[in-house]
Every structure is written in C-alpha cells, then in structure tokens.
C-alpha cells in the first residue's frame, strides 16, 4: 500500500540551499479573535521570536527571519533527508504546536502554519532576504497608516482611503500627524533575525597554569537588525 502515496519519494537534489517558509493560515481572524493591540502586538512579536527560536534549535538551519506571521529558514543542509512532504508536514506541524505552546492562550480555533521549499542559489540569498525585508517595511508603514485611519474614520472609510494611497503618501500622513515611524522599535520595520554568534570565554587552564579564551557559539535573537546587505550576511555565515 506504500505505492500509493503521493510524492512520499520526492527530495530536494543534495548539496541544494533551501528557504522553508511558514505562513499562519487565516491570522487576520486570529488577531481578532485575540484582541491584538493595534497597529503592533508586542507579545504576539515575542510569541513568534519564540516560536523561531524553537524551529532554530530543533532543526538547525543557518539563518532564520520573521516578520508578522511569515517565518522564513535558510538550510544549507535539510532534515529528514531532503524528502519534501516530510519537512514540509513536521515544520508545519511544529511551528503551530510551538506557537500554542508559547502563546498560552484560549484559542476559539487551533492555529495553524503551511510550508513550502523554495531552492535557492548563493547569489540569490541577499535578494530574497532584502524582498521579504522591504515586505516588513511595507506592512510597518500600511498597519500604522489604516491604524491611524481607523481612529477617525470608520473602517470602511479608512479602508478606502488607504487603498487609493501610494506608501511614500501614508508614510506622509503619518508624519504631518505627529507619528515618525523613524522613531518606531526596529524589529516592527525591519524584522527579527535569529542566528549563531560566538561569545568570548576566558577560563583558567590548570595544566598550563595561564588563563585561556575559547568561543563558544550560541542562538542570538537580533531584534536591531540592519537594512539586510552582502556584509550582514557574511558576517553570520550565511555567504561568502
């Protein structure tokens, strides 16, 4: 009976980097069956640095980024063997339960993650980490511009207005009122990072009789990350 199940065998070729992205399925029901603080839910943003930081540990990936309910993981080299019904089914699966786990709430309705591989080369990385990045960018200035609508206008007003209006002119309107999004944290512009860094250990070595520094590596959650370019990347390792 084996025989019959569809793609079971289907695998990313070997020695192939992948992108596994996540995508909470109906999160704009969730949000208000959670009352999320509008524009920006600051625990909903700690629950889901959690929940990366879950995925990083469990299954190893080189570079994870997240903005509102997207998760994206960077692989230089993919568990269960590449097989793709079996990465995308497991991380899906294990996305949603930590989500749960992590956010300790009354859910009205189980939430839920998809997946999907994206094969990419070397040279594409940068590119398609600045894409999703300029996408963080986009949802910061279009949540606080319908946001600010909303308070004066109805939502259907606000809706309308905001989908007549380019993002250099919400962006603009946000400002002429008092709000710059300059000022706003970096994580709600730009993301957050999650990444191996090594920190410096000095200990004493008895058989030398002479202090000795080693580095050790650990999982950093990087709330202040930069405007993505080539040197970022390399400094984590994730080009060359």
């Known amino acids: ?89 497991v991380m899906a699966g294990f996305t949603s339960s930590s989500f749960v786990i992590n956010y300790d709430a009354d859910f009205k309705k189980p939430p839920a993650f998809d997946s999907r591989i994206i094969p990419i080369n070397d040279e594409d990385i940068l590119d398609y980490f600045k894409w999703r990045q300029d996408e963080s960018w986009t949802n910061c200035v279009n949540s606080h511009g319908i946001s600010y609508l909303k308070n004066k206008y109805s939502n259907n007003e606000a809706n309308d207005k905001i989908n007549g209006m380019k993002l250099n002119e919400i962006h603009e309107l946000l400002f002429q009122n008092g709000i710059n999004l300059n000022d706003i944290e970096t994580y709600k512009k730009r993301g957050i990072g999650i990444y191996r860094k090594n920190k410096k250990v000095v200990g004493f070595n008895k058989k030398e009789n002479k202090n000795q520094t080693s580095y050790r590596s650990y999982v950093f959650t990087d709330w202040e990350l930069p405007i993505f370019n080539e040197d970022f990347f390399r400094s984590i390792g994730v080009i060359e």
């Open 1 to 89: 009976m084996k025989d019959y199940e569809v793609y079971s065998s289907l695998k990313v070729p070997k020695n192939s980097k992948v992108i596994v992205r996540l995508d909470g399925r109906a999160f704009h029901k969730l949000a208000k069956d959670l009352d999320l603080t509008k524009p920006y839910d600051e625990n909903f943003y700690r629950v889901m640095a959690k929940v990366c930081e879950d995925l990083f540990k469990e299954f190893s990936p080189s570079f994870v980024y997240t903005f509102s309910d997207e998760i994206s993981l960077l692989f230089d080299d993919l568990p269960f063997d590449g097989r793709i019904e079996k990465i995308n089914s």
